[in-house]
């Protein structure tokens, strides 16, 4: 997962906040010692709220004085009230999610497959369910994934779906599915050795070399469904 993916809703802010009043210092030709001193407090301070490392300080006041700035961008009241707002939207945003899932888990018991989409770097996320067809007819564990973005153009396109049988081993110039930043994503496998896996994206070629005790087995691709639009 990317670091910017880890970070809190409120580290986030208070970055924006402290992005801003470096912004101004900078903009007025001031060091952060020399801000410092006329808010009367360190340099550390200064640095600390900079970076967004302090959620809370004192020395807030003094230097939007010092700055010349308004108080709007720092009001803990605001900030804390949005945050409020942004945890409520992420638990009902969860729980749409596991209502649709459960939805779909009840749909795979009539001879459906799952359908996934790549998420958000965190695993792959259950979109819907897919009939149950030939090749993966009597598959275990087969499933479907959506290419997002057009990097394996033309092998396959954005919006197509990879039906994928994770029993059988990779194939010389077949497609497979790999994860790559958390995310799984579709790739042509052109070859291994003991200790990688190689594969390949199109558009534009762009060769990667992945470890195999990082990435135990890759999963083929056996058929598409195209676009209907």
């Not at 006041?61 to 409020?84: H, Q, Y």
């Not at 994928?164 to 579709?186: F, M, R």
């Amino acid at each position: 997962m990317a670091d910017e993916d880890r970070k809190s809703v409120a580290q986030r802010l208070r970055e924006g906040n402290g992005a801003e009043i470096r912004r101004v210092r900078e903009e007025r030709g001031m060091s952060q010692a020399d801000l410092a001193k006329l808010a009367e407090t360190s340099q550390q301070t200064v640095d600390r709220i900079e970076r967004g490392v302090v959620e809370h300080s004192r020395a807030y006041p003094r230097i939007l004085k010092a700055l010349e700035i308004t108080k709007e961008g720092f009001d803990l009241d605001r900030i804390k009230t949005t945050v409020a707002k942004m945890k409520m939207e992420s638990r009902e945003s969860y729980k749409r999610f596991m209502e649709e899932g459960k939805a779909v888990s009840g749909l795979m018991e009539g001879g459906r497959i799952p359908l996934y989409a790549p998420g958000d770097g965190s695993g792959p996320r259950l979109i819907n369910a897919i009939p149950r067809a030939y090749p993966v007819e009597f598959t275990e564990g087969a499933y479907g994934l959506v290419m997002f973005g057009t990097e394996m153009e033309p092998a396959i396109r954005n919006g197509e779906i990879a039906i994928v049988n994770p029993n059988l081993p990779p194939l010389w110039q077949s497609e497979v599915v790999v994860t790559i930043n958390g995310k799984p994503t579709i790739r042509t496998f052109i070859g291994e050795t003991d200790t990688h896996w190689s594969v390949q994206q199109w558009n534009p070629p762009k060769k990667a070399d992945l470890k195999k005790d990082e990435h135990e087995h890759i999963e083929l691709v056996v058929a598409k469904i195209g676009r209907t639009v």
